[in-house]
Nanobody
Framework: QVQLVESGGGLVQAGGSLSLSCAASGGTFSNLGVGWFRQGPGKEREFVSAVSWSGGSTYYTDSAKGRFTISRDNAKNTVYLRMNSLKPEDTAIYYC????WGAGTSRQTAYEYWGQGTQVTVSS
């Protein structure tokens, strides 16, 4: 059983930056693909970014490309999402999720374990 805990959310002005962390426990972290998803007010949960087990492959939704960077530190069992040039439309609860097949993917159904989420609010 894998447990995921997100942290690093908060309130930031438009144009600012935040770094989210996803700390994992209870499994072999280096085997897991990890994704970040978000759910904005009144919206469905959507894919943001993902990283493969090795960190060698990364994926981003179009709105995140050039602004967000995903990375992982397998020694610390942690995945990071660095978010720059934040916009009000980035306001959402951000969730990390673990993919036991290790690939990292945009498909939510591929993820077996989910964290509780961390709130990101971007003011205009």
């Amino acid at each position: 059983q894998v447990q995921l805990v997100e942290s690093g959310g908060g309130l930031v002005q438009a144009g600012g930056s935040l770094s989210l962390s996803c700390a994992a426990s209870g499994g072999t972290f280096s085997n897991l693909g990890v994704g970040w998803f978000r759910q904005g007010p009144g919206k469905e949960r959507e894919f943001v970014s993902a990283v493969s087990w090795s960190g060698g492959s990364t994926y981003y939704t179009d709105s995140a490309k050039g602004r967000f960077t995903i990375s992982r530190d397998n020694a610390k069992n942690t995945v990071y999402l660095r978010m720059n040039s934040l916009k009000p439309e980035d306001t959402a609860i951000y969730y990390c999720a673990a993919d036991v097949w290790g690939a990292g993917t945009s498909r939510q159904t591929a993820y077996e374990y989910w964290g509780q989420g961390t709130q990101v609010t971007v003011s205009s």
